[in-house]
């Protein structure tokens, strides 16, 4: 089993809880607001972890999760249960989606070449993907919460913006944008602080990378 999927296993049973605060809402809200454009049609959820796509936005028709944790794929199921959800790599694979949507760090376990490659073999023409890796500024004092391990210490936040925007190139993605998206506590601040954001990918917590391809 991979170390990834060995991590997040450990932190399934209290990964919900773990982000629950009203600053993780304040972030969920403004990340719904984003993502709900890439929503229509078919859609996968790479590295769907709890499920958290569908908590924030239920309705979405065309779904499809895939996780490499077991254990977090048993909680998307007791929240879920009547949705696809399973195990899986999400970068390789051959059943192709409008929508690759990928939130909260979850890229960042791949290399950007990895993703990338996912992309263009796992989009539809003029497919869409949404991507929130962690961003290069990302740090460590985010992730304190009462279960979790050290599931991030394998991860390199040293990907920049620029990176990931030469790696989308190579595939030929077009309409690259790349942003930064910040913890900052409420739905004001996070609207506030957007413009930095976008000036400063690279000093964020995570950056939000939208396109098609
Ligand atoms: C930080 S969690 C985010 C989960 C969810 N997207 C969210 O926003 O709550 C990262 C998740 O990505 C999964 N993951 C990492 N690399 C993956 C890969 N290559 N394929 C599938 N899942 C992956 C992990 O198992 C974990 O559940």
């Given at each position: 089993?991979?170390?990834?999927?060995?991590?997040?296993?450990r932190?399934?049973?209290?990964?919900?809880?773990?982000y629950?605060?009203?600053?993780?809402?304040?972030?969920?809200?403004?990340i719904?607001?984003?993502v709900?454009?890439?929503t229509?049609?078919?859609?996968?959820?790479?590295?769907?972890?709890?499920?958290?796509?569908l908590?924030?936005l239920?309705?979405?028709?065309?779904?499809t999760g895939?996780?490499?944790?077991a254990?977090m794929?048993?909680?998307?199921?007791q929240?879920?249960?009547?949705r696809?959800?399973?195990?899986?790599?999400a970068?390789?694979?051959l059943?192709?989606?409008?929508?690759?949507v990928?939130?909260?760090g979850?890229p960042?376990?791949?290399?950007v070449?990895?993703?990338t490659?996912?992309?263009?073999?796992?989009?539809r023409p003029?497919g869409?993907?949404f991507l929130?890796p962690?961003?290069?500024?990302r740090?460590k004092?985010?992730a304190?919460g009462e279960?979790?391990?050290d599931?991030?210490?394998?991860l390199?936040?040293?990907?920049s913006?620029?990176?990931?925007?030469?790696?989308?190139k190579?595939?030929g993605a077009r309409?690259?944008v790349?942003?930064g998206f910040n913890?900052?506590g409420s739905k004001?601040?996070?609207?506030?602080?957007?413009?930095?954001?976008?000036?400063?990918?690279?000093?964020?917590?995570?950056l939000i990378?939208?396109?098609v391809?």
């Amino acid at each position: 089993m991979s170390t990834v999927a060995e991590s997040y296993d450990r932190l399934a049973q209290g990964y919900d809880a773990d982000y629950g605060t009203p600053m993780n809402r304040a972030e969920e809200r403004e990340i719904s607001r984003l993502v709900e454009p890439y929503t229509r049609g078919t859609l996968l959820d790479a590295g769907c972890g709890t499920g958290l796509l569908l908590d924030m936005l239920p309705t979405i028709a065309g779904y499809t999760g895939v996780d490499l944790s077991a254990g977090m794929l048993e909680k998307h199921k007791q929240k879920h249960p009547s949705r696809v959800a399973h195990r899986a790599d999400a970068w390789s694979g051959l059943q192709k989606f409008h929508n690759i949507v990928s939130l909260f760090g979850s890229p960042s376990y791949s290399s950007v070449v990895e993703v990338t490659d996912g992309l263009r073999n796992r989009l539809r023409p003029r497919g869409n993907f949404f991507l929130m890796p962690y961003a290069a500024g990302r740090t460590k004092t985010a992730a304190t919460g009462e279960h979790l391990v050290d599931a991030h210490a394998a991860l390199w936040y040293d990907t920049s913006a620029a990176e990931w925007q030469a790696s989308l190139k190579t595939i030929g993605a077009r309409n690259v944008v790349v942003r930064g998206f910040n913890l900052l506590g409420s739905k004001r601040l996070l609207r506030a602080e957007a413009p930095l954001a976008h000036r400063f990918p690279d000093r964020c917590q995570y950056l939000i990378i939208t396109g098609v391809m």
